[in-house]
């Protein structure tokens, strides 16, 4: 790595100094194209974020792709039941490595206000690995580009190499996930232990 | 229309919206008469929807004659009767061309087990189609002659009907961060019990 203090010299005489981490990194943050598709009233708020007053191109994420080929990040923005969840399940699977989660709102981080309900999963991390969640019913624009900021630090700060590295660098890393079976009472299995360990409750 | 087995529901309270019994063997006769008729014209079905009636056991105290240290006296005793349930379907009338409604329509099963048929209405009026098929899925009434009676909320393979009285929903309360009331005990039954600590609190 370059000295901060160095580099900030070296600009100052005309040398521009980084690495190809920083680099790539940097070329990757900028062009998040997210995937097409709206789950619930979330989905309006997504909208709202890519039109003029929010405007989500500044963040190099206007590109909103229709097919999950050609997507880098997929925003869940509503209720996903367990009529929808196997194919979010399999949407992220034919997204290109490498990809991002979202999980925008109630309903997608924990099922919200339906949780008890008889059709709505309690949260799509127990099916897919997600990277920002953002609590709210529906969250203002706002708080989506505050995910979307985070999202951007979180690729920032990946190395290469080493453990952590990005899924795509990593010839052991597993992209896809079992997409869940839709069963005579529920989805089975309910949770992919894998991704989403029993989280522990502090009482 | 003689014999065609309609009565009326009333309704004692204050917004005092009777409705009508069908018979479910002549539901489609009354219900082209409501809709061709020139005074009613019935002309737009704007709901919809389900009942469930489990069954009611009733307790109830008769009176008998019994032979008592020989003789004979009157005692009241209590017996329990089981009043069979049914799934009932409520439709609501309007009519656009008259300015006047609603008429309420109901039909009941004759159980709520193997005998759960009733006649569809989607050849009256075809906005019946859809809602029918929700009241299929989620109170397994059987509409005979619906066009296309599959599952319209829940997925082909789901066997139960959620709106029932009954319906047992699947035990996933691993996981209740912020639980309480119902929801805290069913959660309670996943977690490991703690000293001086009341399950479900």
């Avoid at chain 1, 100094?17 to 009233?41: D, H």
């Avoid at chain 2, 529901?9 to 020139?38: C, E, T």
């Avoid at chain 2, 929700?134 to 109170?139: G, N, S, T």
């Avoid at chain 2, 829940?154 to 639980?179: C, G, I, L």
Wanted: with cysteine.
């Amino acid at each position: 790595m370059v000295d901060e203090g160095l580099k900030i010299e070296l600009g100052k005489q005309g040398v521009f100094v980084t690495t190809i981490e920083e680099l790539y990194n940097w070329g990757r943050k900028s062009s998040i194209w997210p995937m097409q598709f709206g789950l619930a009233c979330c989905a309006i708020e997504m909208i709202a974020t890519t039109m003029a007053r929010y405007d989500l191109a500044r963040f190099g994420a206007e590109v909103f792709r229709p097919s999950p080929r050609q997507a880098d990040m997929m925003i869940i923005s509503g209720t996903v039941t367990k009529k929808m969840a196997p194919q979010v399940v399999r949407l992220y699977n034919q997204m290109a490595e490498p990809k991002y989660v979202i999980a925008m709102g109630a309903c997608a981080i924990s099922g919200g206000p339906f949780k008890q309900g008889y059709n709505v999963l309690k949260g799509i991390d127990r099916y897919i690995p997600v990277d920002v969640h953002i609590p709210g019913c529906p969250p203002r624009p706002e708080a989506l580009l505050q995910a979307f900021m985070t999202l951007q630090k979180k690729i920032e700060a990946q190395h290469l190499t080493g453990a952590g590295r990005p899924r795509h660098l990593d010839a052991e890393g597993q992209g896809e996930f079992p997409v869940p079976v839709q069963g005579e009472h529920d989805l089975e299995p309910t949770s992919n232990k894998g991704v989403w360990p029993l989280p522990v409750i502090i009482r | 229309m003689p014999g065609a087995g309609v009565g009326i529901v009333s309704n004692p309270g204050p917004s005092g919206q009777h409705s009508l019994r069908l018979n479910p063997s002549h539901a489609a006769a009354v219900a082209k008469f409501l809709r061709d008729d020139a005074e009613l014209a019935l002309d737009f079905l704007s709901n919809v929807t389900g009942v469930d009636w489990p069954d009611k056991e009733i307790a109830e105290k008769v009176k008998v004659s019994k032979a008592v240290d020989g003789v004979e006296q009157t005692v009241e005793e209590t017996r329990k009767r089981v009043e069979p349930g049914c799934l009932e379907v409520v439709y609501h009338l309007f009519s656009v061309a008259r300015k006047h409604g609603p008429v309420i329509l109901r039909m009941r099963t004759v159980n709520r087990t193997d005998q759960v048929e009733l006649p569809s209405l989607t050849s009256i009026w075809r906005s019946a189609e859809f809602q029918e098929r929700e009241v299929f899925d989620l109170y397994g009434v059987v509409f005979t002659g619906h066009p296309d009676l599959r599952r319209l909320l829940m997925w082909d393979e789901f066997t139960d009907h959620p709106m029932r009285r009954d319906y047992v929903e699947p035990d996933d309360f691993e996981y209740e961060p912020t639980a309480h009331d119902a929801v805290a005990a069913r959660a309670a039954a996943h977690q490991e019990p703690r000293e001086g600590k009341v399950a479900g609190q």
